[in-house]
């Protein structure tokens, strides 16, 4: 596929069909994803790929669960986890949130072929703006290029996901399931599989309403007159 349609026709992927995705196309896709930018270029991730019908119910779980919460903020009209709850107390019960079930259960999560759970090796990553009394998001950085280009490499071959962050809600007990070690840190997860329907129209914003030039209030950055 050619990539400028590929970066335009990548979507969220949440409905998988029962075809299997083999470790052969796997390895394919994680073959080329692997030339990610990536902090000072230490390749500071680690991918464990689940297969396992049992441990993919339980990640599905706790997928769950941290979806409860981030649904409990989208009913009191909020930003699910937005910057300024960052070391303030949650805005909502969360522990109230999770009793919710939610109107559409993340099936998809244990009913998809294979999961891929991307972690962070904290003693190779740079955090570099850590510690700046605002959220950081460097570290992200090392996790988040190799998760799209998974997905980009999935879609050449007809094949779709998307990354997810809920499941960091529950990282302790995805810690004790998967034996992950204390320095590693979920980056994200990513359960692949065939689309049902391959959706290639995506709504996003016009480069000129998020571009400035000059300065963030610089005049807005016009497509150039054809
Ligand atoms: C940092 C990040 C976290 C995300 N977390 C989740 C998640 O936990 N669950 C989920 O279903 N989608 C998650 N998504 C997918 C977004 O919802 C999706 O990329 C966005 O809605 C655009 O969807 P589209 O490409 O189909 O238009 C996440 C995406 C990003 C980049």
Redesign the pocket.
Known sequence: MELREAMRT???T?AFTDDDVSDEVLYDILEHARFAPNGGNRQGWHVIVVRDPDTKARIGELYDL??RE?AGYHRAGLVPFAAEDDGKPPKIDLAEARTVALPNE?SHIWTAPVLLVILLDTSAISSVDSGLGRVPVTA?GSA?PLANNILLAARDVGLGG??????AREEPALRRLLHIPDHFILG?MIPLGKPVKQ?TK???AAVETFTTVGTFDGPAFMPPAS
């Open positions: 990548t979507p969220a949440r941290g979806f981030y993340p992200g988040f998307h990354v997810t962050s809920v499941l994200t959706i995506l709504r996003r």
